[in-house]
């Protein structure tokens, strides 16, 4: 994954940079409710003013599809942006002349018809508003949008720094990562992470298997799943992925115990037993403690980790158990500089911050949607456009 940074685009004396930015913060009662992807664009901001230039925001805000929705208008978040960077901050809207501020934060690009049909002379409107572009909103760069793609090839076109830090970090844990090379894969569905299992087989020393996932490969391999959560439909599947691992020597490690429970809720009374014991009327919400200690062998044995889904139904206890140990595991390790970690997904963020352990990993994505791709091997447009 080859991109350029903000030091390649060279002094930016008396330059304006186009600055894609991903500022799409929750609201409460009109006010920035959590500042975090606030706080992640100053690293840029101060790059582009440390090389004598300026910065021009683009963001979208919420899905107004197209067309100007009040509600959904970026101007809200200007004192909180300005109070974050400690610098002025304009607002324009596309057309105006840009006014006076240490930075400007243009409108939301989603009120332009044009922003997700990528279109080419919307893209010419944006890159009219500078002289170089930056691209800091890794958490876009999996839609092709005129903000995200095609103004990057009408300009020089560099990296952000958060952008350059998280596409480092996922280059460590995949692209070119020290082997052995540890997946877990959990959360609720095989359906919905198909492609990103197929992609880790050929990548990866050892895909751990957990959550209700895991359930449907037990399945596949004859045993008795109850009551769990299962897709039985892709017992096929199932079988293709192991057969798949068998020839690229990938381990695939599934729950060799479980913890069961008949009521799906948060201290229903549970069990821990071996994963081909389990009686019809019971379900699988986790996995079991000897599959804990057998999978932090492995993360012990292992240089990388890439981790996207929970071990369990880990919101409810206490089937958080392996979600838990298995992350504080992995944290040790990364701790103990024997470990690079990093891990993404909604649920899986959330499990870390649950464990603990979120500071302790090496890189934590919050971009949902582009992590996921990125698991399943594509090439990322807004990516691949700084290249
Ligand atoms: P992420 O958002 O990190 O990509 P997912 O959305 O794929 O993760 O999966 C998270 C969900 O999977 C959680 O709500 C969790 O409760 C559920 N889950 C995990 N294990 C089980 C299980 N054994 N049975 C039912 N649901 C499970
Ligand atoms: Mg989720």
Known sequence: MAFKRISDLGDLTGK???????????MAGGEVADDTRLQAVKPTVDAVAAAGGRAVLLAHFGRPKGQMVPEMSLKAVVPALA???????GFAELGDALPTGDVVLMENTRFQPGEEKNDPALAQQFAALGDVYINDAFSCA????????????????AAGETMAAELEALEQALGNPQKPVAAVVGGAKVSSKLTVLENLVEKVDHLIIGGGMANTFLYAQGHSVGASLCEKDLKGTALAIMDKAATTGCTVHLPSDVVVAREFKAHAP?????????LGGEMILDAGIDTVAELAAVLKASKTLVWNGPMGAFEMEPFDMAT???AQAAAK???????????????????????????????????????????EGKTLPGVAALG
């Not at 304006?16 to 929750?26: K, M």
């Not at 995200?148 to 076109?157: D, Q, R, V």
């Not at 549970?270 to 389990?278: G, H, I, L, Q, T």
């Open 333 to 375: 390790l990364t701790d103990a500089g024997a470990l690079l970690s990093v891990a993404g997904g909604g649920d899986t963020v959330a499990a870390l911050a649950h464990a603990g352990v979120k500071d302790s990993f090496t890189h934590v994505s919050t971009a949902g949607g582009a992590f996921l791709e990125w698991m």
């Open 270 to 278: 549970s069990e821990n037993k071996a994963a081909d014991a389990v």
């Open 324 to 326: 838990v140990a298995l």
């Open 16 to 26: 304006t940079a186009v600055v894609r930015v991903d500022i799409n913060v929750p």
């Open 142 to 157: 999996h839609r092709a949008h005129a903000s995200t793609e095609a103004i990057a090839h009408l300009l020089p076109s």
């Open 83 to 89: 109070r974050v960077l400690g610098r002025s901050v």
